[in-house]
């Protein structure tokens, strides 16, 4: 079909008013519902490079399964309604709701920094949104100013265009048949280099939305930012000198942006729990720091250093105040006035009931610890299986254990969280359960060194060897290494194998003082592990 579509009618009922904008990987148009009352919405036509007949057939069950993304998330009313989506002469269309207003790069500019209470605010809009995309297990992919739209009749944020769209444009099939990106997935200014290697998370689109806050707030665009070594992003020297900016927030800029996606936030959710904690009273009378000659996360790091020194030396005078002052300790009185003078005998048989007590008192706490260890490393634990035929697996897992789905475009499969142990317990220890697609045939050893190379630059640089296991019927490789969540450390163990252009990946996180508690378990999951119909 004619990209320029403009005065035709598609489908017998959306008549096409003008043409909206053009991409390398489609175009956009206004268009009028002639079934629906004349209404204006958007028409996006995607084109895919190749008419190869693999390439359409990937290209449509790529174009069903995001129609079925969007209108999952177009019930959120920051997100516009889909309101159609259909094939015509090997051309994609999606038809969405119209949202009147415009786009941020009208008013992120440069040379016009925002105000601080600004930026805040417009980080806060933006979160608000991407945390419900997150909730339904989605990564946007392309976050920039023009894909974020302040509409007209409330100010809100909407979010649009999705990136995982284009893939449907982009991939050709190759003189072998196999299945190639033309372009990746995504902006550069925006991208982090997980993203750009192919394996973006929620901590990608993260990092996009920090990048478009700082552009804001420098007035700086993204490319003329400077990395230095460690490839972090220098951009606090071109903050306002005469501005006293909040520390909390600068700081939390940073982690949004952190070269390796283990050291960034990994949620919506959280960031907008820090920025909740922001006190501008408190903060705005400190002096700003702007980093010149080194970088952003040197900065981070050595504020970290000094809060924990901070911390140590509090603790080291309160117990040298509890030393030489005994009667700041807790006392115990069974019994009369504890201002009346006490006996030696009196004092002896409190020391006693005192030590009775804090005996007791150990005791308990050492049989609750001990009954929840056993819980959780019980090798009764009961499993239940679960089975995923158009992903082409099973597995075996605690029923006591919750399951969230995962499907995009370069991973598929199932994540398993364990319950919570107590009231102060605030960590799931999860298991995932992946299915990735190769782009080219690929063997153990290749997926091996691809994966030990990114676990060492990304997130556990002194990571040892894989070792050889099987994975259902098939050999594999195993690894155990440390990580971040949060600024938390974790530790993971993660077990892949390679079979027909495809990666099967378990990957165990925990929090490294319960790791071993629900090793066994995830030692039955890892052995329960089979492929089916493949």
């Given at each position: 079909m ?98 009147e ?44 100013p ?50 750009m ?7 990608s ?86 980093v ?53 005998s009196?004092?002896?048989s ?5 030590m ?57 499969g ?11 317990d ?25 994966s ?34 949060n ?15 495809q ?20 030692e ?11």
């Amino acid at each position: 079909m004619d990209a320029n579509l403009v005065g035709q009618i598609i489908q017998g009922r959306y008549y096409i008013v003008k043409q909206l904008g053009r991409g390398g990987v489609g175009v956009t148009f206004l268009a009028q519902d002639q079934q629906c009352f004349d209404s204006q919405c958007v028409v996006k036509q995607l084109k895919p490079k190749s008419a190869n007949p693999k390439t359409l057939e990937i290209a449509r069950r790529l174009f069903n399964r995001e129609a079925e993304i969007m209108n999952r998330l177009g019930y959120c009313d920051r997100i516009p309604r889909l309101l159609a989506y259909f094939e015509d002469n090997q051309d994609f269309f999606l038809v969405q709701e119209l949202v009147e207003g415009h786009d941020l790069s009208k008013e992120i500019v440069p040379h016009q920094p925002w105000s601080e209470k600004k930026s805040i605010t417009l980080l806060k809009d933006i979160l608000e949104v991407l945390l419900v995309v997150q909730q339904h297990s989605v990564i946007h992919r392309d976050l920039k100013p023009s894909n974020l739209m302040r509409r007209i009749k409330d100010g809100k944020i909407v979010l649009i265009d999705f990136g995982s769209v284009k893939q449907v444009s982009t991939q050709i099939i190759d003189a072998t048949g196999q299945v190639k990106q033309t372009v990746a997935v995504g902006t550069k200014s925006y991208m982090p280099m997980e993203q750009m290697m192919g394996r973006p998370g929620f901590h990608s689109d993260i990092y996009a939305v920090g990048i478009i806050v700082i552009q804001a707030l420098t007035g700086v665009p993204p490319k003329n930012f400077t990395i230095d070594q460690n490839g972090e992003i220098i951009w606090r020297n071109k903050l306002q000198s005469q501005v006293n900016y909040q520390p909390r927030f600068l700081n939390i800029l940073d982690k949004m942006v952190r070269y390796r996606f283990s050291e960034r936030y990994t949620s919506a959710g959280v960031i907008l729990s820090d920025l909740a904690q922001l006190d501008a009273q408190q903060n705005n009378n400190k002096p700003t720091e702007i980093v010149r000659g080194k970088s952003q996360a040197q900065a981070v790091n050595q504020t970290a250093q000094n809060d924990r020194q901070t911390r140590i030396i509090s603790k080291q005078l309160n117990v040298v105040n509890v030393q030489q002052n005994p009667t700041a300790r807790v006392n115990i009185h069974p019994q009369g006035n504890p201002s009346e003078p006490k006996s030696k005998s009196g004092s002896k048989s409190k020391v006693i009931v005192s030590m009775v007590a804090g005996v007791t008192l150990l005791a308990a706490a050492l049989g609750s610890w001990l009954l929840v260890k056993n819980k959780t490393a019980d090798p009764e634990l009961k499993l239940s299986l679960y089975e995923n035929e158009s992903h082409g697996f099973r597995v075996n897992y605690p029923e006591v254990w919750s399951q969230q789905n995962r499907d995009d475009f370069f991973a598929m499969g199932v994540v398993f969280f364990s319950p919570l142990e107590n009231d102060s317990d605030k960590f799931k220890e999860r298991v995932s359960v992946l299915v990735e697609n190769l782009s080219s045939d690929m063997s153990l050893a290749q997926y091996t060194n691809e994966s030990i190379s990114e676990i060492k630059r990304l997130s556990d640089p002194k990571v040892g060897e894989a070792q050889v296991i099987n994975l259902g019927n098939h050999e594999a490789r195993q690894v155990v290494y440390l990580g971040e969540e949060n600024g938390n450390p974790v530790q993971r163990m993660q077990t892949w194998s390679v079979k027909n252009n495809q990666a099967y990946v378990i990957t165990y996180t925990a929090q490294p003082d319960s790791y071993d508690n629900y090793l066994p378990a995830v030692e039955k999951m890892i052995e329960s592990f089979e492929t089916i119909n493949n």
